[in-house]
């Protein structure tokens, strides 16, 4: 998000919570395209812990964190949501975080289930999770593209045509996700050897992530946004330049575009 809102790149990876945080304050972002339609991350036990039977029995408990500004307001809000009073200690870790809870060092933390939480099966470690929506908790895009605001609208022809060609890539992806997957290992074959492991990735992201309700990949709705939206406005995580909670929601539709999906 730094980087696209400095010019420095045209397009880059984000999450419609940092980004909604980031176009609150004034960043020059658009989001053009949403990769996840719904929340990839889990909230994950150890399996054995019979006293955790809802995010509810987490207070009083320890969440293994990655510094993300909005991790803790929502952890709350999750337990909030399932009845529970939201109290609990965050440690900051980091991706350390997984060996921390397989280890017990921490109670609960939040793996992406199509890759930490299938890395953990295979493993032999034995979670519980709990889907943040299963508890009345807002849905979110989990994974977006985001563009330069100021560069979209000098660019509009560029813009659509690599944003297109983008989503054909993603889209190609659903359809055969094997082939995604050996794809991805030839082009990373020093960092990802597992290729069961990232065909089962891709096979879980695109039966259960990656379209939406109508069987499309990449559109956004302002509905979708503004229910995040109201929850990170309540908790006053959405702010000025000047770190000032704002008096009242942006508008949502502007935080985002479907205009580079069509020809």
């Given at each position: 998000?730094?980087?696209?809102?400095?010019?420095?790149?045209?397009?880059?990876i984000?999450?419609?919570?940092?980004?909604?945080?980031?176009?609150?304050?004034?960043?020059?972002?658009?989001?053009?395209?949403?990769?996840?339609?719904?929340?990839?991350?889990?909230v994950?036990?150890?399996?054995?812990?019979?006293?955790?039977?809802?995010?509810?029995?987490?207070?009083?408990?320890t969440?293994?964190?990655?510094?993300?500004?909005?991790?803790?307001?929502?952890?709350?809000?999750?337990?909030?949501?399932?009845?529970?009073?939201?109290?609990?200690?965050?440690?900051?870790?980091?991706?350390?975080?997984?060996?921390?809870?397989?280890?017990?060092d921490v109670?609960?933390?939040?793996?992406?289930?199509?890759?930490?939480?299938?890395?953990?099966?295979?493993?032999?470690?034995?979670l519980?999770?709990?889907?943040y929506?299963?508890?009345?908790?807002?849905?979110?895009?989990?994974?977006?593209?985001?563009?330069?605001?100021?560069?979209?609208?000098?660019?509009?022809?560029?813009?659509?045509?690599?944003?297109q060609?983008?989503?054909?890539?993603?889209?190609?992806?659903?359809?055969?996700?094997?082939?995604?997957?050996?794809?991805?290992?030839?082009?990373?074959?020093g960092?990802l050897?597992?290729?069961?492991?990232?065909?089962?990735s891709?096979?879980?992201?695109?039966?259960?992530?990656?379209?939406?309700d109508?069987?499309?990949?990449?559109?956004?709705?302002?509905?979708?946004?503004?229910?995040?939206?109201?929850?990170?406005?309540?908790?006053?995580?959405?702010?000025d330049?000047?770190?000032?909670?704002l008096?009242?929601q942006?508008?949502?539709?502007e935080?985002?575009?479907?205009?580079?999906?069509?020809?």
């Amino acid at each position: 998000e730094v980087l696209v809102d400095a010019g420095q790149a045209e397009f880059g990876i984000s999450f419609q919570d940092t980004a909604s945080m980031s176009m609150a304050s004034g960043a020059d972002l658009k989001s053009v395209l949403a990769v996840e339609q719904t929340w990839a991350t889990e909230v994950a036990v150890l399996a054995d812990r019979d006293d955790i039977q809802s995010p509810a029995d987490l207070d009083g408990l320890t969440f293994g964190g990655f510094d993300n500004p909005a991790e803790t307001k929502t952890m709350q809000g999750v337990v909030q949501s399932a009845g529970g009073d939201g109290e609990f200690e965050t440690v900051t870790l980091g991706t350390s975080a997984y060996e921390a809870l397989y280890s017990g060092d921490v109670d609960f933390t939040v793996p992406y289930v199509a890759w930490e939480g299938i890395e953990a099966e295979h493993r032999g470690v034995d979670l519980k999770t709990f889907a943040y929506t299963d508890y009345g908790f807002p849905d979110a895009y989990q994974v977006l593209v985001v563009g330069n605001n100021t560069w979209l609208e000098d660019n509009p022809d560029t813009a659509r045509g690599f944003v297109q060609a983008l989503a054909r890539g993603y889209e190609d992806s659903v359809e055969d996700p094997e082939s995604a997957a050996k794809i991805l290992q030839e082009e990373n074959a020093g960092l990802l050897t597992d290729l069961d492991m990232l065909v089962e990735s891709q096979e879980m992201l695109a039966d259960k992530y990656m379209l939406d309700d109508n069987g499309d990949f990449g559109v956004q709705t302002e509905e979708h946004w503004s229910e995040l939206g109201q929850f990170l406005f309540d908790s006053d995580l959405l702010t000025d330049n000047n770190g000032k909670p704002l008096d009242e929601q942006p508008a949502w539709s502007e935080f985002f575009t479907n205009e580079y999906l069509q020809d």
